[in-house]
């Protein structure tokens, strides 16, 4: 089976810098997009960034200029670098990627979310 595992998350003060990864494993044949979403108490899981196997790119206009999303594809890992924090980017950060296992249909894997609490 595939598993999707975060790290990186942690406590941090506005205007700091956090670094996620999400590193798949498993019977993998292929990975295709991979994204990173994130749920607040009482708000709607939103999608943060996502890039594709070839390195399309695309953010939510409030991460914009400030998160980067990267991939490496040797790894099976996919990264958010997270710059100026504010307090509303205080959510639980979960990745997700589309998986291709022994050459069936792809389908997403979500991994169990990271926590990042953006506080003085």
């Known amino acids: 089976q595939v598993q999707l595992v975060e790290s990186g998350g942690g406590l941090v003060q506005p205007g700091g810098s956090l670094r996620l990864s999400c590193a798949a494993s498993g019977s993998i044949f292929n990975i295709y997009d991979m994204a990173w979403n994130r749920q607040a108490p009482g708000k709607q899981r939103e999608l943060v960034a996502g890039i594709t196997r070839g390195g399309s790119i695309n953010y939510a206009d409030s991460v914009k200029g400030r998160f980067t999303i990267s991939r490496d594809n040797a790894k099976n890992t996919v990264y958010l670098q997270m710059n100026s924090l504010k307090p509303e980017d205080t959510a639980v950060y979960y990745c997700?990627?589309?998986?291709?296992?022994?050459?069936?249909?792809?389908?997403?894997?979500w991994g169990q979310g990271t926590q990042v609490t953006v506080s003085s």
């Open positions: 997700n990627a589309a998986i291709e296992t022994m050459r069936g249909i792809p389908r997403d894997y």
